[in-house]
């Protein structure tokens, strides 16, 4: 039961052991995990990249899901621009400088960013002083 349960966290698979298994002692191995071939980005016939999103999509995700976060503990986020599938951001009010931002960034935000937008590529943190080009 306990490699079971170790088993399907490490796959982030759902945790279900039904009674009679337990009863039984059943061992049914976890379903494998089913891994997406990444060919990297999408192109076009001239090379550029293809993003089937648009800032209205990157904003509202943003506006949802990340800034009640930021804001309930002084933060704030800002888009500052999108480029070939890679956005850039800037964290603002008390993320600046919080030891915590980075895994914010990537274990939140990015991660959002990937599951909910095809065509994302990356998540780029730009310093509070710099501005957008």
Known sequence: MRDRLKRAIKNR???VVSLRDRI???QESAPEPVVAESSGPVVDDNGDVI???TRAQV???VDEMVRP???SDGG???VVRIDEGHIYVRLLGACVGCPSSRM???MGVERLLE???EGFQSLIELPSDVTAA
Do not use: M
């Open 13 to 15: 698979f759902p945790v």
């Open 24 to 26: 039984r002692g059943e």
């Open 51 to 53: 993003t089937h999103f």
């Open 59 to 61: 904003e509202e995700l």
């Open 69 to 71: 976060a930021l804001e």
């Open 76 to 78: 704030d986020i800002e």
């Open 104 to 106: 914010t960034l990537q």
């Open 115 to 117: 599951e909910e937008l």
